[in-house]
């Protein structure tokens, strides 16, 4: 089975080469991208990955509001009844706001250090799983 990502970023943030970056690495390695591109709202996104029954869903970010727009998504997917698909954030995040991403719901945080092969792994253990 082919693993399927919604990858997107929420708000105001369009500093999106790294997320480009990430779904073109995917698409590659034989994954499935949606790509919903900048200017998401939480609402929007956990539509969107329910009605694309996604495995996953990735978000990017370089401005330093993301735990609001993290909190908002992962309580949205709540609200849907889909807070079984795994969140992936990504981009500028700093060290020390991990343990409170995950806290909010978020299964892997991707720093600027990460590699392709990092995410890739956690992709493909997704694929394992399915």
């Known amino acids: ?31 499935e991208v949606i790509y919903l591109g900048e200017h998401n709202s939480a609402a929007g996104m956990a539509a969107a990955a329910v009605a694309e029954d996604v495995d996953a869903i990735g978000v990017s970010f370089s401005v330093s509001t993301y735990t609001h727009y993290v909190a908002d998504l992962t309580a949205e997917l709540r609200r849907v009844g889909a807070q079984d698909i795994p969140v992936m954030v990504g981009g500028l995040i700093h060290p020390e706001d991990v343990e409170h991403l ?5 299964a892997v945080v991707f ?3 990460s590699t392709p092969d990092a995410i890739l792994d956690y992709v493909g253990g997704l694929a394992r799983a399915l």
């Open 1 to 31: 089975m082919r693993v399927r990502v919604l990858l997107g970023m929420l708000g105001v943030d369009v500093h999106s080469r790294g997320l480009r970056t990430v779904s073109r690495i995917l698409r590659d390695a034989g994954v």
């Open 102 to 106: 995950r806290s909010l719901g978020v």
């Open 111 to 113: 720093g600027p250090d």
